[in-house]
């Protein structure tokens, strides 16, 4: 059974930087084989993305409200994805989730929450 485990929220000031891993475990699981994603989910919001980077790791794209700001990055040998997160805005407030996604089969985390705020 694939699982992926997000960690590295907390409570952080406007203009910090907070970085958040995803650690990816399973059966048979090839990590190296799955594009990752991040998402993020505000309160009252739907859930939107953030950021993606191909199983490689050499292409990668983001949402324009975080562009210049966050920073996706993997490391296959450890199955392993972070995002760091610099110059945090109280919009970036939301719980944060991963996503492994392969020829049409997604695996979500339970998510991690980011507070930013004074």
């Known amino acids: 059974q694939v699982q992926l485990v997000e960690s590295g929220g907390a409570l952080v000031q406007p203009g910090g930087s907070l970085r958040l891993s995803c650690a990816a475990s399973?059966?048979?699981?090839?990590?190296?084989?799955?594009?990752m994603s991040w998402y993020r989910q505000a309160p009252g919001k739907e859930r939107e993305l953030v950021a993606v980077?191909?199983?490689?790791?050499?292409?990668?794209n983001y949402a324009d409200s975080v562009k210049g700001r966050f920073t996706i990055s993997r490391d296959n040998a450890k199955k392993l994805v972070y995002l760091q997160m610099n110059s945090l805005k109280p919009e970036d407030t939301a719980v944060y989730y991963c996503?492994?996604?392969?020829?049409?089969?997604?695996?979500w985390g339970q998510g991690t929450r980011v507070t930013v705020s004074s």
């Open positions: 399973g059966f048979g699981f090839t990590f190296s084989s799955y594009a």
């Open positions: 980077i191909s199983d490689t790791g050499g292409t990668s």
């Open positions: 996503k492994a996604r392969y020829l049409g089969v997604e695996y």
